[in-house]
T-cell receptor, first 110, second 114 residues
Framework: QQQVKQSPQSLIVQKGGISIINCAYE??????FPWYQQFPGKGPALLIA?????SEKKEGRFTISFNKSAKQFSLHIMDSQPGDSATYFC?????????FGDGTTLTVKP | GAGVSQSPRYKVAKRGQDVALRCDPI?????LFWYQQALGQGPEFLTY????????KSGLPSDRFFAERPEGSVSTLKIQRTQQEDSAVYLC????????????FGPGTRLTVT
């Protein structure tokens, strides 16, 4: 049973464009929703996170939108840059234990 | 240290061998997590420690997998009688407190079982 579903699997965006990655979850006990960025050969790095009592959180070029009733959340990367090319994972956490989506490979073309 | 470190970075084991993977969390971090990441997939939870206490081991795939953190800092994940399906990247993460959610990941150990 996959508790966190992520889409799309891969995404190609032109430099300066907006990248949007979506996730949906099932377990309403989740209370923390982070996004991670992972480069090849490295561990995931926390990018931005949100709690379910907030509908949006913005940090620099990265924004999380959260829809509690729909059990969905998304990552928006504004002004995407080639250096943003990486794999992005959403996760949902309860009592510290995180369940991850399967990842989205983002390629930003110059 | 500045971040979470893991050793070895790469391990090749013959099927049936035992392996031990080490994690050094960020100094002072109370919570420590182990995840397994198969190729092309997201990390999957294995087990969780708070100090030296193993509070959740529900993700360990079989009794061949064993983790410990005897002094509440360094942790070791041991896999006995390795099988080909154990081939994956094993990630360790730590977080500062018992309720903090931010997890900091190490670079992982890539295990290949031949």
């Amino acid at each position: 049973q996959q508790q966190v579903k992520q889409s799309p699997q891969s995404l190609i965006v032109q430099k300066g464009g907006i990248s949007i990655i979506n996730c949906a979850y099932e377990n309403t006990a989740f209370d923390y929703f982070p996004w991670y960025q992972q480069f090849p050969g490295k561990g995931p790095a926390l990018l931005i996170a949100i709690r379910p009592d907030v509908s949006e959180k913005k940090e620099g070029r990265f924004t999380i939108s959260f829809n509690k009733s729909a059990k969905q959340f998304s990552l928006h990367i504004m002004d995407s840059q080639p250096g943003d090319s990486a794999t992005y994972f959403c996760a949902a956490s309860n009592a510290g234990k995180s369940t991850f989506g399967d990842g989205t490979t983002l390629t930003v073309k110059p | 240290g500045a971040g979470v470190s893991q050793s070895p970075r790469y391990k090749v084991a013959k099927r049936g061998q035992d392996v031990a993977l080490r994690c050094d969390p960020i100094s002072g971090h109370v919570s420590l997590f182990w995840y397994q990441q198969a190729l092309g997939q997201g990390p999957e939870f294995l087990t969780y420690f708070q100090n030296e206490a193993q509070l959740d081991k529900s993700g360990l795939p079989s009794d061949r997998f064993f983790a410990e953190r005897p002094e509440g800092s360094v942790s070791t994940l041991k896999i006995q009688r390795t099988q080909q399906e154990d081939s994956a990247v094993y990630l360790c993460a730590s977080s500062q407190g018992t309720v903090s959610r931010e997890q900091y990941f190490g670079p992982g150990t890539r295990l290949t079982v031949t």
